[in-house]
């Protein structure tokens, strides 16, 4: 589809009257989210004596690989997932722009502050721990803030509220299973606070794309199909992104079926997409490119998995050969 122009004048007018309409929608969310968010404290859920200073200014010791206990997939995963958090800045800079005021502006500062929480404990969890060169890290850190973010050409507000929900989602499933196959209790203790919070932020957002439905319902629709076919990860601009990506999925963190599933469809029914009534032309077309489009992830899905499993056959063989010579 063409990027919408937001400098046309007509397209400006709905997108702040829609904003104007959501605001009540935003406000009473708000306090929902403030009523149900359980405080947290990151440093109660990392193993500080387990630290020690690294070489330096400090005269510390030297990191070395063997000192990386978790598995190299539960790794990759928690730095992608820590790059992610790091670019905050760039993702707090691109919802601010729709305004800074009221509920909304709100809302913005406090789920900036709670993804940055996110950021600081998995930062503290991997240093302390000693799990990844922190000199590497701090390198990633430094490239992929340096990118910055920027919004796709053409999203609109509800385009970023709307990605928001299917993201948030599929944070809070990469960070629950990156948990549970690090085989480390503490870490898969802290991830889990980190999903519940990504739980509630995928609530809010999805609230509020429900409410659009009953205001726009064409436009929703239309903003759905673009948003779960060109969907991406925040993290994609990360380098080697597309091989780390890979393994995460091989290893069944995060993958086509778990996004298909476990992401796209709960929130789909969610919203009654399929169910929507009182749809124009415009909405009914883009339903049904977005039905053509589930159907086709469907069929990627399965193939992967099928593929999947002959890479952990091939692997676990090789790794046999390795253990008999």
Not at 77 to 87: G, H, I, K, Y
Not at 153 to 181: K, P, V, W
Not at 218 to 243: N, Q
Request: net charge negative; proline share 5%.
């Amino acid at each position: 589809m063409p990027p919408i122009d937001r400098s046309d004048r007509s397209v400006a007018r709905a997108e702040r009257f829609l904003l104007t309409e959501l605001q009540p929608v935003v406000e009473s969310n708000l306090h929902r989210h403030l009523d149900v968010a359980k405080e947290w404290f990151p440093h109660e859920y990392v193993p500080w004596s387990a630290g020690r200073d690294f070489s330096g200014p400090l005269g510390g010791q030297e990191w070395t690989q063997d000192e990386a206990t978790l598995p190299e997939v539960a790794r990759t995963s928690l730095v992608v997932n820590l790059l992610t958090e790091d670019n905050l800045p760039g993702y707090h800079f691109a919802v601010a722009e729709f305004g800074k005021d009221g509920p909304w502006g709100n809302w913005v500062d406090r789920w900036t502050a709670e993804e940055a929480r996110h950021g600081a404990a998995l930062r503290d969890y991997l240093l302390t721990t000693r799990a990844v060169d922190p000199r590497a890290l701090e390198r990633a850190r430094m490239a992929h803030m340096s990118a910055g973010y920027d919004r796709p050409d053409g999203y609109s507000a509800l385009h970023a509220i709307t990605y928001a929900a299917f993201q948030e989602l599929a944070t809070r499933i990469s960070h629950r299973n990156t948990g549970q196959i690090s085989g480390d209790p503490i870490c898969d203790a802290l991830l889990a606070k980190i999903a519940a919070d990504e739980n509630l932020h995928m609530v809010f957002y999805r609230n509020l794309v429900e409410a659009a439905f009953e205001l726009a319902p064409d436009t929703a629709m239309e903003v759905v199909r673009d948003v779960v076919v060109g969907f991406e990860m925040p993290g994609s601009t990360i380098k080697d992104f597309g091989r780390k990506s890979a393994e995460i999925a091989i290893a069944g963190i995060y993958d086509l079926r778990l996004h298909r599933d476990s992401v796209v469809m709960p929130i789909l029914r969610k919203l009654r997409v399929f169910e929507q009534e009182g749809l124009g032309p415009v909405g009914e077309a883009a339903r049904d490119e977005l039905a053509a489009f589930i159907a086709q992830l469907d069929v990627k899905a399965t193939s992967f998995t099928d593929r999947r499993e002959g890479i952990r056959a091939a692997r676990a063989k090789r790794e046999a050969a390795t253990v008999a010579v």
